[in-house]
């Protein structure tokens, strides 16, 4: 263990309910230099057991259209082992806060769509060079 984990788990002096009534416990988030970002498209696979259980996100995925059935195979990003509780309240916290902020994120979508519609619009107004040899395509 070292010096910053000490210090975190030593400054947690009240058990959990111990909080008066209407008032929460704030929480400051310290950034370890060595923890990681990992970007993910998904899920591949979640395993729910007690004490602890595992997700394991995947940033890619191949298609093989050549087998049949064509398979998919998701390229793990990273994997995550949680205690279950945990693993519970931040699927709360996570859909609770997609309901409050349901209208921000429908206008996110929309103007995001917009502007892609926007460039690629524009794309029909180019006119590119074309290289030696190579048709323009009508």
Same mark, same amino acid.
């Given at each position: 263990?070292?010096?910053?984990?000490?210090?975190?788990?030593?400054?947690? +002096?009240?058990?959990?309910?111990?909080?008066?009534?209407?008032?929460?416990?704030?929480? /400051?988030?310290? /950034?370890?230099?060595?923890?990681?970002?990992?970007?993910?498209?998904?899920?591949?696979?979640?395993?729910?057991?007690?004490?602890?259980?595992?997700?394991?996100?995947?940033?890619?995925?191949?298609?093989?259209?050549?087998?049949?059935?064509?398979?998919? +195979?998701?390229?793990?990003?990273?994997?995550?082992?949680?205690?279950?509780?945990?693993?519970?309240?931040?699927?709360?916290?996570?859909?609770?806060?997609?309901?409050?902020?349901?209208?921000?994120?429908?206008?996110? /979508?929309?103007?995001?769509?917009?502007?892609?519609?926007?460039?690629?619009?524009?794309?029909?107004?180019?006119?590119?060079?074309?290289?030696?040899?190579?048709?323009?395509?009508?």
């Amino acid at each position: 263990m070292n010096a910053k984990t000490k210090s975190a788990s030593a400054k947690s +002096t009240t058990e959990p309910g111990a909080e008066p009534q209407g008032k929460q416990k704030a929480v /400051r988030i310290s /950034r370890l230099s060595t923890a990681p970002t990992v970007y993910v498209e998904g899920v591949s696979q979640m395993v729910l057991g007690f004490p602890t259980s595992r997700v394991i996100f995947f940033s890619g995925v191949n298609q093989d259209t050549s087998v049949d059935p064509p398979t998919e +195979t998701h390229l793990q990003a990273c994997e995550l082992i949680i205690p279950t509780a945990a693993l519970a309240e931040a699927s709360l916290t996570i859909l609770t806060h997609m309901i409050g902020t349901k209208s921000l994120l429908e206008k996110g /979508r929309a103007e995001w769509s917009a502007k892609v519609q926007h460039v690629m619009d524009q794309l029909d107004l180019l006119q590119l060079p074309t290289s030696a040899g190579q048709k323009k395509a009508d």
